[in-house]
């Protein structure tokens, strides 16, 4: 760990150990509390866990380590002797370490190693057990209406605060309403929970918040916080991903109060459960919503090694609360996880089939996800299809009693008008094979394949003038994966094709020459012409790159006709002397024409050749054929098909629009892991396979696959000491601004140790054993006295003691975060879409602000109408460059469980300036002058009401009407500056209301939406 960060901890700790060494006279020494801290920040760098970095193979973050240094007594320790000598030789911490212990912390040291040098396991290591609930004396102003309390108030007893008073019901309903929906309650919801005087109204305010689907896109945002969820890729390219469908379950699986071990199981695992559904499986596109980097000359391996880790570390944050990443290059310098442990965790990740190629932001493994009108557009379209196909079915039903008179009526209708004509073989012979002639006139091969062939096929015709021969390359389900040929890629190569009228199949005619050749593909320079130009080594060949799957012809035309008389034959020869083995031809036909110019076939001429077999006779592609042709001549089967056509192809384009979520799999051949020699991915020492790490509680061995599935279930385990209690502190911090561990992403040895230790141990027993139900936790949470306590500070010396409430004597305030802020404003002023889910949105943002990070290669394009409107939770997130108006949000380039709060001026730029605050402010203020308030001080108290949940005080409403005067008076000197703010913003303005009284009032609304208190939950 960088020691900059080390300095930063020891910082955190300072005001901390000011609550705690205070109270380790009174109390008797706590190991973890008092003791450990110390050992970790101060020791631990150089006698730790890292084997790199021990120094004197001392440990002294293990009982048996530090039990070398310790003697029967601190005089007699060799330990404490180093830490109180003058010799800086001998010093400890040395002088150079830029470390030193306070003289408090040696006595404290001191009188630990006196009292028998206890050696405690950390704290968050421990099993967790449900610690019995304190009993506290009785509080007038303070009950004890959950154990929360009991525990909160009791810790505050043994400091000497007392607990602060309820807040007035105006400001609890409004910090409930942001904490469990992120939105401010309206103003009726406000009228009627302060009529409401029956003691369950609290309560039921309460359920009706946990019950709104409001409630799912607030637990979302931290959660896509923590799981780096963005539309784009990041990096140079940064292309943008379809992963929205993802964060629409998150949402929805909050509202459904799905169980956090079945939330935790699905988006590790989801798609290892047996017979994984969709939502299973999508639930899984939690791990691939890492970054992608597709720059140019990236390595793929190492990109693929890089999403991994982060897979892994990203694990260990979320649900041990522990910081892995530390572990890439060497052991962890303060817990005890090994290098080696690291990657046996980066192995239950490491057997994606994701190669890390590329920059394609839908990369496979991927999910196809419509959205819920995408389904009802298939669903409908099927619909419309399976009625089509029903009345197909009952006209074909119909027409088949007509088809045997159709199919003699076409036979002579294209025989009269046909180019070309089938031979029929009268003998056919082969050098090394067996041949039959089918009743298609084909001829078809059998018998092990020859690594070259020639056949010779005779017959007679009666065309008296031929101008051309065709030959038909045909499929046949005895050739390799029913392709043309017995070769490998179902290929064949005709090295020579030969021409001659004969008496009979001994004679040695000359053979009638050809001029040109076209065929249906060609493959490179094997050309049709290659088949008669002389040389064995050149020929016609069809492969593609595949196996060959479609059929081919060729047309041959003669210089000069070839005559034929009745009393001869034609003798037609075939050669496969290429160099390619068993490239010969499977099954072909050949037919003849006397057109004046020759071309290949049509449609037509399969026909013909099907309807002159007989109907028994005939192949199921001829009868399929056949049947064709006699429904298509119909009109009304025509009109059928062609509409069916359309929709058919209506459904592949929504098909094709679908959403591909990028989701988990493993491959069916696991990928070998090995230890990384500084984390590079082309340093591999040691192999490793997946194991659980050593020193937390594992499950015995089991006859189950030991894969990510099997990891997922150890998580969310009884004897995990970690998951409960990391999530715990997270929803603690969504709710109080700081959690009972402050350090939320770090339970180790260098995070912080809980003041509310047994509180949190028995909120993390208890959510297990309430089967990990979040509604519940939180209802359990925001129903205590400790949430519902005023926030206001009465005693200037209470709160010296306390400044940042860790012991909770107060109610927590703090400045909202920025997305919340915009879905304040946008809710306060009635401007806020109601719209659920579907693909992001881009509202407003200044330009040129993509194309400057970009290069020019991203353009913004606004959105507009209602989507400008929606939550926050719905605007595109583009990683290089985050939305402009989330200045205190995590990038979502990684991990992030850590809440940042920030208040600078700065913001006010945004708050004051940004379009969307200004069009809110607009849209408010036009509310107010719309609404039945008949004076100023009416019109101030309706803005007050909707935005801080009360009514304005006497002063506050003097300060903003002399405000508002002010203000009309500058706009009435100054109307063309009155014009340009009520004309910001894409929302219709009312033209009726009067221009300067319009602007006086934006301001006024402006102001009040910047106000400290609307800005901050209380």
Same mark, same amino acid.
């Given at each position: 760990?960088?020691?900059?960060?080390?300095?930063?901890?020891?910082?955190?700790?300072?005001?901390?150990?000011?609550?705690?060494?205070?109270?380790?006279?009174?109390?008797?020494?706590?190991?973890?509390? =008092?003791?450990?801290?110390?050992?970790?920040?101060?020791?631990?760098?150089?006698?730790?866990?890292?084997?790199?970095?021990?120094?004197?193979?001392?440990?002294?973050?293990?009982?048996?380590?530090?039990?070398?240094?310790?003697?029967?007594?601190?005089?007699?320790?060799?330990?404490?002797?180093?830490?109180?000598?003058?010799?800086?030789?001998?010093?400890?911490?040395?002088?150079?370490?830029?470390?030193?212990?306070?003289?408090?912390?040696?006595?404290?040291?001191?009188?630990?190693?006196?009292?028998?040098?206890?050696?405690?396991?950390?704290?968050?290591?421990? &099993? @967790?057990?449900?610690?019995?609930?304190?009993?506290?004396?009785?509080?007038?102003?303070?009950?004890?209406?959950?154990?929360?309390?009991?525990?909160?108030?009791?810790?505050?007893?043994?400091?000497?605060?007392?607990?602060? #008073?309820?807040?007035?019901?105006?400001?609890?309903?409004?910090?409930?309403?942001?904490?469990?929906?992120?939105?401010? #309650?309206?103003?009726?919801?406000?009228?009627?929970?302060?009529?409401?005087?029956?003691?369950?109204?609290?309560?039921?305010?309460?359920?009706?918040?946990?019950?709104?689907?409001?409630?799912?896109?607030?637990?979302?945002?931290?959660?896509?916080?923590?799981?780096?969820?963005?539309?784009?890729?990041?990096?140079?390219?940064?292309?943008?991903?379809?992963?929205?469908?993802?964060?629409?379950?998150?949402?929805?699986?909050?509202?459904?109060?799905?169980?956090?071990?079945?939330?935790?199981?699905?988006?590790?695992?989801?798609?290892? $459960?047996?017979?994984?559904?969709?939502?299973?499986?999508?639930?899984?596109?939690?791990?691939?919503?890492?970054?992608?980097?597709?720059?140019?000359?990236?390595?793929?391996?190492?990109?693929?090694?890089?999403?991994?880790?982060?897979?892994?570390?990203?694990?260990?944050?979320?649900?041990?609360?522990?910081?892995?990443?530390?572990?890439?290059?060497?052991?962890?310098?303060?817990?005890?996880?090994?290098?080696?442990?690291?990657?046996?965790?980066?192995?239950?990740?490491?057997?994606?089939?994701?190669?890390?190629?590329?920059?394609?932001?839908?990369?496979?493994?991927?999910? #196809?996800?419509?959205?819920?009108?995408?389904?009802?557009?298939? /669903?409908?379209?099927?619909?419309?299809?399976?009625?089509?196909?029903?009345?197909?079915?009952?006209?074909?039903?119909?027409?088949?009693?007509?088809?045997?008179?159709?199919?003699?009526?076409?036979?002579?209708?294209?025989?009269?008008?046909?180019?070309?004509?089938?031979?029929?073989?009268?003998?056919?012979?082969?050098?090394?094979?067996?041949?039959?002639?089918?009743? =298609?006139?084909?001829?078809?091969?059998?018998?092990?394949?020859?690594?070259?062939?020639?056949?010779?096929?005779?017959?007679?015709?009666?065309?008296?003038?031929?101008?051309?021969?065709?030959?038909?390359?045909?499929?046949?389900?005895?050739?390799?994966?029913?392709?043309?040929?017995?070769?490998?890629?179902?290929?064949?190569?005709?090295?020579?094709?030969?021409?001659?009228?004969?008496?009979?199949?001994?004679?040695?005619?000359?053979?009638?020459?050809?001029?040109?050749?076209?065929?249906?593909?060609?493959?490179?320079?094997?050309?049709?012409?290659?088949?008669?130009?002389?040389?064995?080594?050149?020929?016609?060949?069809?492969?593609?790159?595949?196996?060959?799957?479609?059929?081919?012809?060729?047309?041959?035309?003669?210089?000069?006709?070839?005559?034929?008389?009745?009393?001869?034959?034609?003798?037609?020869?075939?050669?496969?002397?290429?160099?390619?083995?068993?490239?010969?031809?499977?099954?072909?036909?050949?037919?003849?024409?006397?057109?004046?110019?020759?071309?290949?076939?049509?449609?037509?001429?399969?026909?013909?050749?099907? +309807?002159?077999?007989?109907?028994? =006779?005939?192949?199921?592609?001829?009868?399929? +054929?056949?049947?064709?042709?006699?429904?298509?001549?119909?009109?009304?089967?025509?009109?059928?098909?062609?509409?069916?056509?359309?929709?058919?192809?209506?459904?592949?384009?929504?098909?094709?629009?679908?959403?591909?979520?990028?989701?988990?799999?493993?491959?069916?051949? #696991?990928?070998?892991?090995?230890?990384?020699?500084?984390?590079?991915?082309?340093?591999?020492?040691?192999?490793?396979?997946?194991?659980?790490?050593?020193?937390?509680?594992?499950?015995?061995?089991?006859?189950?696959?030991?894969?990510?599935?099997?990891?997922?279930?150890?998580?969310? =385990?009884?004897?995990?000491?970690?998951?409960?209690?990391?999530?715990?502190?997270?929803?603690?911090?969504?709710?109080?601004? @700081?959690?009972?561990?402050?350090?939320?992403?770090?339970?180790?040895?260098?995070?912080?140790?809980?003041?509310?230790?047994?509180?949190?141990?028995?909120?993390?027993?208890?959510?297990?054993?309430?089967?990990?139900?979040?509604?519940?936790?939180?209802?359990?949470?925001?129903?205590?006295?400790?949430?519902?306590?005023?926030?206001?500070?009465?005693?200037?010396?209470?709160?010296?003691?306390?400044?940042?409430?860790?012991?909770?004597?107060?109610?927590?305030?703090?400045?909202? &975060?920025?997305?919340?802020?915009?879905?304040?404003?946008?809710?306060?002023?009635?401007? +806020?879409?109601?719209?659920?889910?579907?693909?992001?949105?881009?509202?407003?943002?200044?330009?040129?602000?993509?194309?400057?990070?970009?290069?020019?290669?991203?353009?913004?394009?606004?959105?507009?109408?209602?989507? $400008?409107?929606?939550?926050?939770?719905?605007?595109?997130?583009?990683?290089? @460059?985050?939305?402009?108006?989330?200045?205190?949000?995590?990038?979502?380039?990684?991990?992030?469980?850590?809440?940042?709060?920030?208040?600078?001026?700065?913001?006010?730029?945004?708050?004051?300036?940004?379009?969307?605050?200004?069009?809110?402010?607009?849209? +408010?203020?036009?509310?107010?002058?719309?609404?039945?308030?008949?004076?100023?001080?009416?019109?101030?108290?309706?803005?007050?009401?909707?935005?801080?949940?009360?009514?304005?005080?006497?002063?506050?409403?003097?300060?903003?009407?002399?405000?508002?005067?002010?203000?009309?008076?500058?706009?009435?000197?100054?109307?063309?500056?009155?014009?340009?703010?009520? /004309?910001?913003?894409?929302?219709?303005?009312?033209?009726?209301?009067?221009?300067?009284?319009?602007?006086?009032?934006?301001?006024?609304?402006?102001?009040?939406?910047?106000?400290?208190?609307?800005?901050?939950?209380?």
């Amino acid at each position: 760990m960088p020691t900059s960060i080390s300095h930063l901890l020891l910082f955190l700790w300072i005001p901390l150990l000011g609550l705690l060494t205070g109270h380790a006279h009174a109390e008797g020494i706590d190991f973890v509390r =008092d003791i450990r801290p110390i050992l970790s920040e101060n020791c631990s760098f150089c006698h730790g866990p890292d084997e790199a970095t021990r120094e004197a193979d001392l440990r002294l973050d293990t009982a048996d380590g530090v039990a070398t240094v310790i003697d029967k007594t601190s005089a007699a320790s060799e330990l404490y002797r180093r830490l109180i000598t003058e010799d800086p030789d001998e010093r400890m911490p040395p002088p150079e370490s830029n470390r030193k212990l306070t003289p408090e912390q040696i006595e404290l040291l001191r009188r630990w190693m006196d009292d028998g040098a206890k050696w405690e396991q950390h704290w968050s290591f421990r &099993p @967790i057990t449900s610690p019995p609930i304190p009993r506290v004396d009785p509080n007038p102003v303070a009950p004890i209406r959950n154990p929360i309390d009991a525990f909160v108030q009791s810790k505050l007893a043994e400091h000497d605060l007392t607990p602060s #008073p309820e807040a007035p019901r105006a400001t609890l309903i409004r910090r409930l309403s942001l904490d469990l929906t992120g939105l401010p #309650p309206t103003p009726d919801q406000v009228d009627e929970f302060l009529a409401d005087n029956d003691p369950d109204a609290y309560a039921r305010l309460v359920d009706r918040l946990l019950d709104s689907p409001a409630y799912g896109q607030r637990m979302a945002w931290d959660w896509l916080d923590a799981a780096r969820y963005a539309d784009t890729n990041g990096y140079q390219g940064d292309n943008e991903r379809t992963m929205w469908p993802w964060r629409d379950w998150v949402v929805n699986a909050f509202n459904d109060n799905m169980p956090y071990d079945q939330f935790t199981i699905w988006q590790l695992a989801g798609d290892l $459960l047996p017979d994984a559904t969709h939502e299973q499986r999508l639930a899984t596109g939690f791990c691939r919503n890492h970054m992608i980097n597709g720059e140019g000359g990236r390595i793929a391996e190492e990109n693929r090694v890089e999403y991994v880790m982060d897979m892994s570390e990203t694990m260990g944050t979320v649900w041990l609360g522990l910081t892995l990443n530390c572990c890439r290059c060497h052991d962890h310098k303060y817990d005890p996880v090994t290098n080696a442990e690291y990657y046996q965790l980066f192995a239950y990740f490491n057997q994606t089939p994701v190669n890390g190629g590329g920059g394609d932001a839908q990369m496979a493994p991927n999910l #196809p996800t419509p959205s819920a009108e995408q389904r009802k557009q298939l /669903a409908d379209v099927n619909e419309q299809i399976a009625a089509l196909d029903q009345s197909i079915q009952t006209l074909t039903k119909s027409l088949a009693a007509q088809q045997a008179k159709w199919e003699q009526g076409e036979l002579a209708r294209l025989t009269a008008t046909t180019q070309w004509h089938p031979l029929h073989p009268e003998k056919v012979f082969a050098n090394h094979t067996q041949t039959r002639t089918l009743p =298609d006139d084909s001829v078809l091969t059998s018998g092990p394949a020859a690594d070259n062939d020639t056949y010779m096929v005779i017959a007679k015709t009666d065309l008296r003038r031929v101008t051309a021969v065709r030959l038909e390359a045909l499929r046949h389900p005895s050739m390799t994966e029913g392709s043309l040929s017995k070769a490998d890629s179902g290929n064949f190569v005709l090295t020579g094709i030969e021409v001659s009228v004969v008496e009979s199949e001994s004679d040695e005619a000359p053979v009638h020459p050809f001029a040109t050749a076209e065929a249906t593909f060609e493959q490179g320079d094997l050309k049709a012409t290659k088949a008669f130009d002389g040389n064995p080594k050149t020929g016609w060949a069809v492969y593609e790159g595949r196996i060959v799957d479609r059929e081919h012809e060729a047309v041959f035309r003669f210089k000069e006709p070839l005559i034929p008389t009745a009393d001869k034959q034609i003798k037609i020869v075939l050669r496969h002397d290429s160099v390619h083995q068993r490239h010969n031809l499977g099954r072909f036909r050949l037919s003849l024409t006397d057109h004046a110019e020759p071309r290949l076939g049509e449609v037509t001429d399969q026909l013909l050749t099907a +309807l002159r077999v007989a109907p028994d =006779d005939r192949s199921a592609e001829q009868r399929t +054929l056949v049947s064709d042709a006699y429904r298509d001549s119909n009109p009304e089967f025509k009109s059928l098909q062609d509409e069916r056509a359309k929709l058919v192809e209506r459904r592949g384009k929504i098909e094709k629009s679908f959403p591909k979520v990028m989701v988990m799999a493993d491959m069916s051949k #696991p990928r070998e892991t090995f230890i990384l020699e500084r984390g590079l991915y082309n340093k591999p020492k040691e192999p490793v396979t997946a194991e659980l790490p050593a020193f937390l509680p594992t499950p015995e061995q089991s006859t189950e696959v030991n894969d990510r599935l099997s990891l997922a279930r150890w998580l969310v =385990d009884s004897q995990n000491p970690l998951t409960a209690r990391v999530t715990v502190n997270r929803f603690w911090q969504q709710v109080f601004g @700081i959690g009972l561990v402050k350090t939320t992403e770090d339970f180790g040895a260098q995070g912080e140790i809980p003041v509310h230790m047994d509180l949190l141990n028995w909120l993390s027993d208890q959510f297990r054993q309430d089967g990990w139900n979040v509604k519940n936790l939180m209802r359990l949470i925001v129903t205590s006295h400790t949430y519902r306590q005023s926030s206001k500070i009465t005693d200037q010396d209470v709160y010296q003691r306390d400044p940042d409430n860790r012991l909770l004597a107060r109610g927590s305030r703090y400045r909202l &975060p920025s997305w919340m802020i915009r879905d304040q404003a946008l809710a306060i002023s009635g401007l +806020l879409s109601p719209q659920q889910g579907g693909p992001a949105v881009n509202t407003y943002q200044p330009a040129g602000i993509w194309e400057e990070a970009s290069f020019g290669k991203k353009v913004y394009r606004r959105d507009s109408g209602s989507q $400008l409107y929606r939550r926050s939770l719905y605007t595109f997130w583009r990683r290089i @460059i985050a939305p402009t108006m989330f200045f205190d949000n995590a990038t979502r380039q990684t991990c992030t469980v850590k809440v940042s709060r920030t208040n600078t001026p700065l913001h006010a730029l945004q708050t004051l300036n940004n379009e969307a605050y200004v069009e809110a402010a607009r849209v +408010l203020a036009a509310g107010a002058l719309q609404s039945s308030a008949a004076t100023d001080a009416d019109r101030i108290d309706w803005i007050m009401k909707r935005s801080v949940a009360r009514t304005a005080q006497d002063a506050e409403r003097s300060i903003l009407l002399a405000g508002l005067q002010r203000t009309r008076q500058q706009f009435k000197d100054s109307p063309e500056a009155a014009a340009k703010l009520i /004309a910001i913003g894409e929302s219709p303005r009312d033209e009726s209301l009067d221009t300067l009284d319009h602007a006086a009032w934006t301001s006024l609304c402006l102001a009040v939406l910047n106000l400290d208190e609307t800005l901050n939950r209380e």
